[in-house]
Each structure stands twice: as C-alpha cells, then as structure tokens.
C-alpha cells in the first residue's frame, strides 16, 4: 500500500520549471514590489509639490501614455534584438532614473515635470522589459502547463506586489522619509537587474539570410498577423471590451461606495483591495483550473462571470455583497490573463513574438481612455446604476458572441496549425541549455 501510494505521489508530482526560470520570477517579485511601493508614493509626493488636480492627475496617468507612443515599435525591437539584453538595459535605465529622483527628493530639487518626466520614462522602460520578459518566458519553460504554471507565479508576484503588499509599504515608508519608496524602488530594479544578468546564452532570434526590412515594415508585419489570426484577434478585442468596462467600474467606483453603498474612506479602501484579494486567489488555482476546463470554455465563461459580477455591483445596496462581486472580478480576470496570456505566448511565432505581444496589448488597452468618459455620461444623463448594468450586459453579450472563434474545437486547431510538434512529457519542464538556450522558432510563421 505504501508502495502504491508512493509511485501515485511520484506520477503526480510536478517538476520544477528550472533555474532560468527562477531568475526571471525573482526579478518580478523585486521590480513588482518595487512597483507597488512607487505607486503610493508618487501621488503622495505630487500633492507635496502641487494642488493643481490636473498636474496630480497627470502624474498618475503618463505612466501608460508610452504603450500608445510606442508599444508597436517596441516590440519590433524587442524581435530584432537580443531579449535578455533588453530586460537588463530597461532595468538599468529605470534604476538609474530612480537613483536620480531619489536625490532630487533628498536634496529638494524634486518639481511636479521631474515627476511627470520621470513616470513617462519608467512607462517606456516597462514596455521594453514586459514586452521581453513575456517574449523569454516561452524560451526559459517548455510545455503547455509549464507555461500556465510559469505565468501564473509571475502574476501573482505582481498582484501581491503592487496591489497588496507594496502600496501600504509605500505609504508607511513615504511617512517616515519621501525619499525612501524611491530608494527602494531603484534598488528592486538592481535586484532585477542582477538576476536577468545572471540569465546564460543567447535569447535574439536565430540569424536569418532575409533582407533587412525597415521598423515600420516589421511592425506592419506582426499587427498584420495577429489581425488575420481569428482566436489571437478576437481575445484581443473581447479584452478591450472588457478593459473599457473595467475603467468605467472603477472610475465611478468612489461614487458608488459612498452614495449606494453607504462607505466612507475605509470602506471604499477594503472595497478596492477586495479586488486584489481575489486576483491573488486566481493567479494560484489557474493552472489547477486549466486543467480541469478548456481555454475556450474557461475565456467565455470568465468573461460572462466578470460580466454578472458588475451587474451585481450596479444592484446591490450591501457592501458585503459589493466585496463579494469585486472579489469575483478579480478573481475572473486573474484566471484569464494567466490562461489566455500562456495561450498567446504559444500561438504567437517566436521569430514576431515581441511584435504579435506588444500589438495584442495595444488593442487590448484602446478600451480604456473611453471607460470612464462613457461612464461619466450615462451616470449623468440616465443614473449611477446605469453603467454598471449597461457594462455588465455588455460583457456578457460579448463572451457569448465570441463563442465561435473562441471555441474549444477553434482554439486546438489554432494550436495545431501553429505547433506542429509538441514537447514530450520528459523535456516539458526542463531548463534549456546553459550555452545556448533553444530560441529555435517552435511555431511555423502564419499577443
């Protein structure tokens, strides 16, 4: 019996994903923690500075301004150049810029443009490094499940990072000195830094005897091939729709806690931190739930579940059932970028990766910028409940609408048409070679 049990244990037990591996989820956990830290304590510092609501405003929004300026070209970058090297550079660069505010803010040079120029530089720093570190991934774990498990530690490093851990130690830090998250976040960024350093062999593209084509010309090439490849196109849009009901919820979320919901600061604190609670719930049991229920299955129902969730929200007078349906947002989405960004890392041909990625999330963000203006205008013209039911419908209407391209029989033939070999069950979770890793394109060439 103890014999059975054993060997039963051993069939079961999951291999580790290796030490490259290792390197890369260490660096996310101390750039992600970094990254929380900052996040309190840059709006926290721009009131010290200014109380001009749009400058504060700004501070908080150029961050994402570089993913619209330059997330295509980046990508193609990213494609032309070696990955590894890429990582480390943007590491390099954000720690530099940070070593420098932290001086500023110790010597009280800090103004409201240093801040507005700074967060637009670590914005374009956080292209080149996610764009790459998603495009490695594949290279440093092989297998399906290997690669879900891979994603699903990275994504919980970053939601404990910047959404649980990292903002209240922003907040206690920033109290005792405004310059230390700063201190702290440049030295996540050596950590980072020195890991992705210690990454051996050679993570470019193979070499290639075709003529070198311009920027504009690769990056034509890679939103060309996620435009014409239905599954990869169609997550991208149903992730737009589900970004711009995401903003909308949240851009009135203040409103809701404190006129339906009765909150004040605390509440609507707990409430947002609900959603990270969730989330953080779902980056571990996604690869569990990968196994239980198909890709196709798992998007559409995930989607049609956040979309009951802020229903839910627009109804409920409780603030326990509120929690409870943002803890179910969170949740939802967590499962799905975890599941969903492992299929796209496999889909997407390594030698256009960076390309097909950086284009995917482009799109996926387009819904965003008009979230809270759409919002704002129904809350106004109709009631405060009509966006979140309005929105909550919408995401239904559109998972079930995108059950034909997003179907299980869909997906695996994508699957095939793109890996036309699989890796056996032996050489799944091992670590690719020391010397040269195996950045041979595993996918033929049609986020």
């Known amino acids: 019996m103890n014999v059975i049990s054993k060997d039963k244990k051993e069939k079961t037990a999951q291999p580790g994903l290796g030490s490259s591996f290792n390197k890369v989820w260490v660096a996310a956990i101390a750039s992600s923690w970094g990254d929380g830290v900052q996040m309190a304590a840059l709006p926290l510092l721009a009131i010290q500075l200014t109380t001009d609501p749009l400058l504060i405003g700004a501070v908080g929004a150029i961050g994402t301004l570089p993913w ?145 084509t311009s920027l504009r010309t690769e990056v034509a090439e890679g939103l060309r091939w996620l435009l014409k490849h239905r599954v990869l196109r ?11 009901v995401f903003t909308a919820k949240m851009s009135l979320l203040v409103l809701l806690a404190k006129n339906q919901l009765g909150l004040g600061d605390i509440g609507y604190g707990l409430l947002l931190s609900s959603t990270a609670v969730g989330a953080f719930i779902g980056s571990f049991l996604s690869a569990p739930i990968s196994k239980k229920i198909q890709v196709g299955t798992m998007r559409c ?30 949740f939802s989405m967590s499962v799905q970028i975890v599941i969903v960004g492992a299929l796209r890392q496999r889909l997407a041909p390594t030698e256009i990766r960076g390309r097909v990625l950086s284009a995917s999330r482009l799109i996926s963000l387009m819904g965003a910028p008009f979230g809270g203006i759409l919002a704002g205008y129904l809350a106004s013209t109709t009631s405060l409940r009509t966006p979140f039911i309005t929105g909550g419908l919408l995401m239904i209407i559109v998972a079930l609408a995108s059950l034909p391209a997003l179907s299980n029989h869909a997906i695996q033939q994508a699957t095939n048409e793109t890996t036309p070999t699989e890796p056996s069950e032996e050489t799944a979770d091992t670590e690719p070679s020391e010397e040269t890793p195996d950045t041979t394109p595993k996918h033929a060439t049609s986020k």
């Open 68 to 212: 619209f300026l330059l997330g295509l070209p980046a990508g193609a970058l990213v494609d032309r150049w070696d990955r590894r090297k890429v990582m480390l550079r943007a590491d390099l660069v954000r720690f530099t810029i940070l070593t420098l505010l932290t001086l500023a803010v110790l010597t009280d040079h800090a103004n409201i443009t240093l801040l507005i120029a700074a967060g637009f530089a670590l914005g374009c720093g956080d292209i080149f490094f996610d764009i790459s570190a998603q495009a490695v991934l594949p290279v440093v774990v092989t297998g399906d499940q290997a690669l879900i498990r891979a994603n699903s530690r990275i994504s919980a490093a970053q939601i404990n990072g910047e959404q649980l851990a990292g903002p209240p130690i922003g907040g206690v830090l920033f109290s005792l000195s405004h310059s230390l998250p700063f201190l702290g976040n440049a030295l996540s960024f050596l950590i980072s830094a020195l890991c992705v350093n210690s990454l051996k062999g050679n993570f470019a593209n193979p070499p290639t005897t075709q003529p070198t």
């Open 234 to 244: 169609t997550l991208a849009g149903t992730a737009a729709i589900g970004n711009l």
């Open 301 to 330: 129902v995930g989607m049609s579940i956040e979309g009951l969730a802020v229903l839910g929200l627009g109804l409920t007078t409780s603030p326990w059932i509120a929690g409870a349906m943002m803890a179910t947002i969170g």
